[in-house]
T-cell receptor, first 114, second 111 residues
Framework: NAGVTQTPKFQVLKTGQSMTLQCAQD?????MYWYRQDPGMGLRLIYY???????DKGEVPNGYNVSRLNKREFSLRLESAAPSQTSVYFC?????????????FGEGSRLTVL | QKEVEQDPGPLSVPEGAIVSLNCTYS??????FMWYRQYSRKGPELLMY????GNKEDGRFTAQVDKSSKYISLFIRDSQPSDSATYLC???????????FGTGTKLQVIP
């Protein structure tokens, strides 16, 4: 049972380069999320997808785009990377029951922009 | 001002100590309160959740919520080296609503 799988785990980019972070979940969850985690800032929501075919901006969407390819997959694209986007990126999907939503996270993608 | 405030630590305690981790928040709409544990170079995992005010116990862990004071706590009894991790508080108004996280407190339990 893989849960949430992210690729790549590590990436180094130069300023201005583009890349896509891939995320897939095998738990049949409807909603998926992209967070970034920075020292002293905690987890901040970039984009989320409440269901297949929909995406919405989170707290820090600037410089990113997303695609909800199907129910399983939710990708995050950096069109022109900047040093401020150096961070650890986490994909998550959510399971809800009785009002409580449990986020299941991937292991993270560590991105450095030089 | 952040919606959720959490002391980043680090917090270092001897094995067997009682640990108290805390968060304060400002959004009165929050009803579900969660604690996530994150080991180094791993994604966060849900440890406990509580709904509204009150206490919830699970083994060595107790979560407390005081909505009147907008204050939540996580207590760890008989702390173990394996408890060494970063603990993040999180909260939302329910279901698929956006989950807001604290910055996390790094805990080290020394054998």
């Amino acid at each position: 049972n893989a849960g949430v799988t992210q690729t790549p785990k590590f990436q180094v980019l130069k300023t201005g380069q583009s890349m896509t972070l891939q995320c897939a979940q095998d738990m049949n969850h409807n909603s998926m999320y992209w967070y970034r985690q920075d020292p002293g800032m905690g987890l901040r929501l970039i984009y989320y997808s409440a269901s297949e075919g929909t995406t919405d901006k989170g707290e820090v969407p600037n410089g990113y785009n997303v695609s909800r390819l199907n129910k399983r997959e939710f990708s995050l694209r950096l069109e022109s990377a900047a040093p401020s986007q150096t961070s650890v990126y986490f994909c998550a999907s959510i399971w809800t029951s009785g009002g409580v939503g449990e986020l299941f996270f991937g292991e993270g993608s560590r991105l450095t922009v030089l | 001002q952040k919606e959720v405030e959490q002391d980043p630590g680090p917090l270092s305690v001897p094995e067997g100590a009682i640990v108290s981790l805390n968060c304060t928040y400002s959004n009165s709409a929050f009803q579900y309160f969660m604690w996530y544990r994150q080991y180094s170079r791993k994604g966060p995992e849900l440890l406990m959740y509580t709904y509204s005010s009150g206490n919830k116990e699970d083994g060595r862990f107790t979560a407390q919520v005081d909505k009147s004071s907008k204050y939540i706590s996580l207590f760890i009894r008989d702390s173990q080296p394996s408890d060494s991790a970063t603990y993040l508080c999180a909260m939302n108004s329910g279901g698929y609503q956006k989950v807001t996280f604290g910055t996390g407190t790094k805990l080290q339990v020394i054998p």
